[in-house]
């Protein structure tokens, strides 16, 4: 049956072409260029598709509270996680962020190579703002840090970065997602990547930081002490270990 069609069909088309030669001929390439446009359109929205699922994802179902009880997860959008918590992370000489997906952190966490020293963030939106935490252990458990506690914003009134003879302002603006509490900032690795996010130099000598805090107080210290902020307060320490 199917051979019968096939060769009648194509029969019936070779009388259109003997009897019509010119309507066949218009009506062969009008059929091409319509073929053609569609493969093309539908390969469009394919590739659209494509693009929306390999984007998807992993997101704990769960609130906060019960996150650690479950490993229950749903598939989201990009689009609709824009502000999930995210892992930031930059290798030495810190020209490169990466991120990795907060909720995927600990089945991903290999692609982190320590041996390369990293920087590491906890990055999470507070108060209609990014936030950022910086930790070293990569196996910490960060649910402890979460949900992040900003601090003021008005503890410092001037910072100074000192490097090479060159003296560099701060802005406050530019130290204020890094105000939160359990976090510490201008340690040896924070300042260097912190220089070449904001002046972009590469740091590899001694430097020196100057700062006025909301009190008037005058403090000043270099690669061997850094600033902890805790209890909405700071302190300066003296670095343990290099």
């Known amino acids: 049956m199917l051979m019968l069609l096939t060769f009648g ?51 704990d179902a769960q609130s906060d509270s019960s996150r650690q009880q479950s490993n229950t997860n749903i598939i989201v959008s990009t689009d609709d996680n824009i502000h999930e918590n995210e892992i930031i992370y930059s290798y030495y000489p810190y020209v490169t962020q990466h991120t990795l997906s907060y909720y995927n952190y600990i089945p991903n966490i290999n692609m982190i190579d320590t041996s390369k020293n990293p920087i590491l963030f906890l990055r999470s939106y507070v108060n209609d703002d990014y936030k ?50 359990n976090n510490y900032i201008f340690n040896k690795k924070f300042t260097k990547w912190f220089a070449q996010e904001q002046f972009h130099i590469n740091v590899e000598e001694s430097y020196t930081i100057k700062i006025i805090d909301e009190s008037i107080n005058m403090f000043e210290f270099n690669e061997n002490q850094y600033i902890c902020l805790e209890n909405d307060s700071y302190s300066i320490k003296e670095v343990t270990e290099q």
């Open 9 to 59: 069909g194509g029969f019936i088309i070779f009388l259109y072409y003997l009897f019509d030669n010119e309507g066949f001929n218009t009506n062969m390439y009008n059929a091409y260029f319509t073929g053609l446009n569609t493969y093309h359109y539908y390969a469009i929205q394919a590739e659209s598709v494509f693009e929306y699922y390999n984007n998807l994802v992993i997101q």
């Open 132 to 181: 950022y935490l910086q930790f070293n252990d990569i196996s910490l458990n960060l649910n402890k840090f979460l949900p992040i506690k900003t601090i003021n914003n008005g503890l410092f009134l001037q910072i100074e970065f000192i490097y090479d003879g060159i003296t560099y302002d701060i802005s406050l603006n530019s130290i204020a997602p890094f105000l939160v509490n």
